[in-house]
């Protein structure tokens, strides 16, 4: 019995403790749950974007998908290459979906996101055979913190011999110091 009232006794405190410690993410989720229960949709989706936003602002930059495509025409539209191997002189077509960005004003005083990415080549051996700063730059006026955005990038290596690289990506938020990798192993095949 008093085992029973013991255990009882650790996961209220548990319980209330773990409430009382759950920040500003669970606020808003709890939120939102308690107004969808009253039957308020949209107030709930509302009070999930503000957990959504508390997620955001704390994430590092980083990509949720990072693939070569045959072509992308906006977010969660592309056609994805079915290998990572190249003809000689065919561009890379790289599609590449961040999160954690910042939000910062554009000239007009709008919201907008701003990402830049350097390139940088290497072979199997990660010996550095290209490299070039500044390599896109992106900027997109939005109205809203929009979170469904994607980068496209075609990079032409022309000239590249057949064998072994990787497509190095290092993609920087010109509204925060947040920033972010990603690496593309590829071949090009001879012939």
């Known amino acids: 019995m008093r085992i029973a009232a013991l255990v009882g006794s650790i996961a209220v405190l548990a319980l209330t403790t773990g409430a009382a410690l759950a920040g500003p993410i669970v606020d808003h989720a709890t939120r939102a749950e308690a107004l969808l229960d009253g039957g308020d949709a949209t107030a709930a989706a509302d009070a999930l974007d503000q957990a959504m936003e508390e997620i955001w602002k704390r994430s590092p930059l980083a990509f949720r998908k990072a693939l070569f495509v045959v072509d ?7 056609q994805e290459r ?3 191997v190249f003809r000689q002189g065919e561009p890379l077509v790289v599609y590449a979906e961040p999160i954690g960005f910042a ?72 509204h925060s110091d947040k920033s972010g990798d990603f690496e593309l192993p590829f071949e090009v095949a001879g012939g």
């Open 82 to 84: 079915e290998s990572n």
């Open 72 to 78: 992308s025409s906006g977010f969660g539209i592309y």
């Open 103 to 174: 939000y910062g004003r554009n000239a007009i005083g709008g919201s907008e996101i701003s990402l830049v990415a350097d390139f940088v080549l290497t072979d199997q051996d990660n010996n550095e055979l290209f490299s070039q700063d500044d390599f896109l730059s992106v900027a997109l006026p939005v109205r809203y913190h929009n979170r469904e955005f994607q980068i496209k990038m075609t990079v032409n290596l022309t000239g590249l011999p057949p064998g072994s690289y990787i497509a190095k990506f290092h993609v920087r938020d010109k």
